[in-house]
Each structure stands twice: as structure tokens, then as C-alpha cells.
T-cell receptor, first 114, second 110 residues
């Protein structure tokens, strides 16, 4: 079965650079979520989209922005990167009717900021 | 937003039941209780969820206190593959916002 695809899987950036993380949800899933998991930390909810519209925001820095496109894939844009942004970034998706139930997580993008 | 509190770690013997507790004393009436588990270097995996009533599925059971201030995830027969970090999560009512707790690292002994 198709799963959530995230790219790239690993990314190394310098401080003050920008990064773009991509997420391709499971086909026919209309809701996308982004999470940040720092080393040894718990996942922190960043932002979610439903039907290409932002639905909820969590602890997402102002330096980050995200959107969901017409094909339902989503991108997380991160600017002015800081050392503290080094983390595993997960994308998850769910389907209408399943939004209250099960999120399917991707394998994550490991971002390292040097 | 409400938050959850879980023990840092627990141990269980293989093929024995495991009860993983979670406190969520500040939960609101419309917040859903979800449980996910995470294996090393993988994304979290859905286990079960509920609102007020106890729930059962093929993976586990969820027992929710009558006042909803706590819940317990029950794995009926732990296997070595159940070793993971188990997160008790609140989905804020009426939103797509999920608040992860600190997680319980479950160790299963052969």
C-alpha cells in the first residue's frame, strides 16, 4: 500500500540558509500535518492543512511557512535556519472521515543545521 | 491546550499484559484521546483512540476513566515487537491539532 512520502530524507544546511521539505500524502488523503521532533524530544505539532487550506497552527516559528498544493502535496519552507532547527520533521496525512482517527506518518526528513 | 503526563519508562515480560497509564487532568469535553507508538528512526504509528467510552481494536484496548482525567492503554499480550515509545496524545476538540505527551518507553523482556 502507498505510504506518505517525504523528501529529501536527509538535509544539511548552514545557519541562515533556507530549506524546503516536501510531503506527498497517501492518495485520496486530504489532510496533512507537520511535526518537529528534536533530538530526544517528543513530536511537536507545527501546522495542519485540510483541503489545501491551513486549518490549525501549533508551535511553528514565524520563520517557517507551509502550504498545501492543488495535488495535495505540502511543502514546509524554513528560512534563516538556526542550530536549534536541527530535528526530524515528520509529515502525516489522513482522509476525510478518518481525520478524527488515524494519521499515517511518513519516514521523516532529518534536517541538520551546521 | 490540555497536556498529558506519562511515566518515562515501563518494562513488561513477553506475552504478559501491559497497562500504560496517562494523565490528562486538564482535558476538555471535546478533546479526543489518541495513542500512537514510535519505533526508533520511524514515524509514529496509530494504535487506538477514544472520546468517552472504552475502545477495543486488534492492537490494543483503551480504558478511559469516567471523569476523563486519565486513560490506560492495554496491550493484552506484549511481544518483543511491541517495544517502542508510546505516546498519549490529545486531539484538540474541533481542530486538526494533536498535542503529544512525553511518551513512555516500553521495554519487553523475553
Amino acid at each position: 500500500a502507498a505510504g506518505v512520502i517525504q523528501s529529501p530524507r536527509h538535509l544539511i544546511k548552514e545557519k541562515r540558509e533556507t530549506a524546503t521539505l516536501k510531503c506527498y500524502p497517501i492518495p485520496r488523503h486530504d489532510t496533512v500535518y507537520w511535526y518537529q521532533q528534536g533530538p530526544g524530544q517528543d513530536p511537536q505539532f507545527l501546522i495542519s492543512f485540510y483541503e489545501k487550506m491551513q486549518s490549525d497552527k501549533g508551535s511553528i516559528p514565524d520563520r517557517f511557512s507551509a502550504q498545501q498544493f492543488s495535488d495535495y502535496h505540502s511543502e514546509l519552507n524554513m528560512s534563516s535556519l538556526e542550530l536549534g532547527d536541527s530535528a526530524l520533521y515528520f509529515c502525516a496525512s489522513s482522509a476525510l472521515g478518518q481525520a478524527l482517527n488515524e494519521q499515517f506518518f511518513g519516514p521523516g526528513t532529518r534536517l541538520t543545521v551546521l | 491546550d490540555a497536556k498529558t503526563t506519562q511515566p518515562n519508562s515501563m518494562e513488561s515480560n513477553e506475552e504478559e499484559p501491559v497497562h500504560l497509564p496517562c494523565n490528562h487532568s486538564t482535558i476538555s469535553g471535546t478533546d479526543y484521546i489518541h495513542w500512537y507508538r514510535q519505533l526508533p528512526s520511524q514515524g509514529p504509528e496509530y494504535v487506538i483512540h477514544g472520546l468517552t467510552s472504552n475502545v477495543n481494536n486488534r492492537m490494543a484496548s483503551l480504558a478511559i476513566a469516567e471523569d476523563r482525567k486519565s486513560s490506560t492503554l492495554i496491550l493484552h499480550r506484549a511481544t518483543l515487537r511491541d517495544a517502542a515509545v508510546y505516546y498519549c496524545i490529545l486531539r484538540v476538540g474541533g481542530t486538526y491539532k494533536y498535542i503529544f505527551g512525553t511518551g513512555t518507553r516500553l521495554k519487553v523482556l523475553a
